[in-house]
């Protein structure tokens, strides 16, 4: 099973953007799913993510701007991000932890996003 993001792109400071991430197949047993993203020459860096259950967790420099959704069924991931900076550039990945992944882990291939100041 793969995962693919889409979404992403080229937006000004103040803009929105939607990430999606899909699931070519099904992914039994998931137990959260969300977003990282990793900014050039930085490490990767949890940004939102989403448990089975409906709790959601956001970075502190994303709160307030950024709504993580999905669904476990569909094994959907979105990713609504609104107010973006500068700062929030990066290739945004999303991820999967299921039993059914290898490692538990299953990661989408990540999408660019450039917010220009």
């Known amino acids: 099973v793969q995962l693919q993001a889409s979404g992403g792109g080229l937006v000004q400071a103040g803009g929105s953007l939607t990430l999606s991430c899909v699931a070519s197949?099904?992914?039994?047993?998931?137990?959260?799913m969300g977003w990282y993203r990793q900014a050039p020459g930085k490490q990767r860096e949890l940004v939102a993510r989403i448990f089975s259950g409906g709790t959601t967790y956001y970075a502190d420099s994303v709160k307030g701007r950024f709504t993580v959704s999905g669904d476990n069924a569909s094994t959907t991931l979105n990713l609504q991000m609104n107010s973006l900076k500068p700062e929030d550039t990066g290739v945004y990945y999303c991820n999967v932890v299921a039993a059914t992944c290898a490692t538990r882990n299953c990661w989408g291939q990540g999408t660019l996003v450039t917010v220009s100041s």
């Open positions: 197949g099904t992914i039994l047993g998931i137990n959260r």
